[in-house]
C-alpha cells in the first residue's frame, strides 16, 4: 500500500497546485498511476475523455476486413465461482456482487487500433497493456459538486419492448436500488447534502454487434471548501467503485477474490483527468488485455440472491463488443 499512499500525496498536491494530471487505479489499488498531463507520451499512454484527450481519432473509420471473436468462454469456469457466490449471498455476505470471468478473443486489431476506432466517452490505451472502451462514468468533480453516475442493468435492445422489460424486471430493479444507494452512502463520506437527483434512467449504447440498453442513475454531493487539496483522499475512499465491487463493500470484495479464477488488475479500476479546475473520471469495464496466451476480454456483472446462472452468463457474453459503429468510407 507503499504506492497507493504515495499516489494519494501526489494526488493531493496537484491538485492542491491547479496542475493538470492523468491517473490510472487498479481494482486492488497495488499500482496507481499518476502523471502530469505535460508529460503523458502518446506513444506510451492514449486517452480520450468526453472527446477530448492526447490524440484525434474522429478521422480514424472502420476498415472492411475487422476480425473480432470470443473462443470458448468456459461456462464452467463461471459456473464454480456463481455457486460459490450464490452461497454467500444466501447465507446474507453480501447483497449484491460484480462477477467476472476472463475471456479468449482474438481480433486482426491492435490494442491501439481498437482505442482510435471505438466510440465510447471513455477510452485509455498502453498499447503494450490494455485498452478500455468504457460507457460507465466514476465520479464529475466540478465547482464542488461531486457526482456519480452507476450504470447496472443490461439488455439488448433488439428484443421487443426491450426498454420496458428491462425497466420492469425486479431482479434488475432490486440491484439497481442497491448499487444507487451504495454509491450515495460512498458520497456520504466525502460529501454533503448527497442527494439521487435522476433515478434509473436509460441509455443506448452502440456495439459491432448491435445496440444495448443500460440504465443508470445521477447522485449528487457537496465537497468541502478546500477539496482540491484532498483529491487522492477523495479518491481512495471511494475505491474500488460500487458498482463493480458490491454491498457491503469490504466482504464482497473478499468473496470476490476467493471466487474468481484469476486477477482483474488495472480491469475493473478508475481512471481519469484532472484539467486544473475539473476531475473526470471512468470505471474501467469494457476492457481488452494483452497476456502471454493472447488477448482477454473481461467481462462480468452484478449477482443477486435472485440471479439466474443463464441469463447472468448471457448478459456477461452480451458485454463482449467492440463499440465499432463508424461508418466505412
Not at 507503499?2 to 498536491?13: A, D, G, L, T, V
Amino acid at each position: 500500500m507503499e504506492q497507493m499512499k504515495s499516489f494519494i500525496q501526489q494526488m493531493n498536491h496537484l491538485g492542491s497546485e491547479g496542475i493538470p494530471f492523468l491517473f490510472v487505479i487498479d481494482f486492488d489499488q497495488n499500482n496507481p498511476l499518476i502523471i502530469p498531463l505535460k508529460e503523458v507520451d502518446s506513444q506510451q499512454i492514449m486517452y480520450e475523455i468526453g472527446g477530448s484527450g492526447n490524440i484525434t481519432t474522429s478521422n480514424f473509420t472502420l476498415r472492411d476486413d475487422v476480425q473480432f471473436e470470443l473462443h470458448d468462454p468456459s461456462f464452467e469456469i463461471y459456473e464454480k465461482a456463481f455457486n460459490e457466490v450464490m452461497w454467500h449471498l444466501k447465507r446474507g455476505d453480501s447483497y449484491l456482487l460484480n462477477l467476472t470471468q476472463s475471456i479468449n478473443v482474438s481480433t486482426n486489431l491492435s490494442l491501439a487500433d481498437i482505442f482510435l476506432l471505438s466510440s465510447a466517452k471513455y477510452k485509455l490505451c498502453l498499447p503494450e497493456q490494455f485498452v478500455v472502451f468504457s460507457p460507465e462514468p466514476f465520479v464529475h468533480i466540478s465547482e464542488g459538486i461531486i457526482r456519480s453516475h452507476p450504470m447496472k442493468g443490461t439488455i439488448d435492445a433488439m428484443l421487443p419492448d426491450a426498454e420496458k422489460r428491462l425497466l420492469d424486471d425486479p431482479k434488475e430493479l432490486a440491484e439497481h436500488y442497491t448499487i444507487v444507494d451504495l454509491l450515495r452512502n460512498d458520497l456520504n463520506m466525502v460529501s454533503q447534502k448527497v442527494r439521487v437527483n435522476r433515478f434509473r434512467y436509460v441509455e443506448e449504447i452502440h456495439t459491432h454487434r448491435g445496440r444495448l440498453l443500460q440504465t443508470s442513475s445521477d447522485i449528487s454531493g457537496i465537497l468541502p471548501n478546500d477539496y482540491q487539496q484532498h483529491l487522492g483522499d477523495i479518491m481512495a475512499r471511494l475505491l474500488p467503485a460500487g458498482s463493480v465491487s458490491g454491498a457491503p463493500k469490504k466482504k464482497t470484495v473478499e468473496i470476490i477474490h476467493s471466487a474468481e479464477n484469476y486477477e482483474r488488475g488495472f480491469y475493473t479500476g478508475v481512471f481519469g483527468v484532472f484539467d486544473g479546475r475539473k476531475l473526470d473520471s471512468a470505471v474501467m469495464i469494457r476492457f481488452i488485455e494483452k497476456t502471454a496466451n493472447g488477448l482477454v476480454f473481461k467481462a462480468g456483472g452484478g449477482i443477486t440472491v435472485n440471479s439466474r446462472i443463464e441469463d447472468e452468463y448471457h448478459e456477461m457474453l452480451q458485454k463482449v463488443y467492440l463499440p465499432l459503429h463508424r461508418k466505412m468510407e
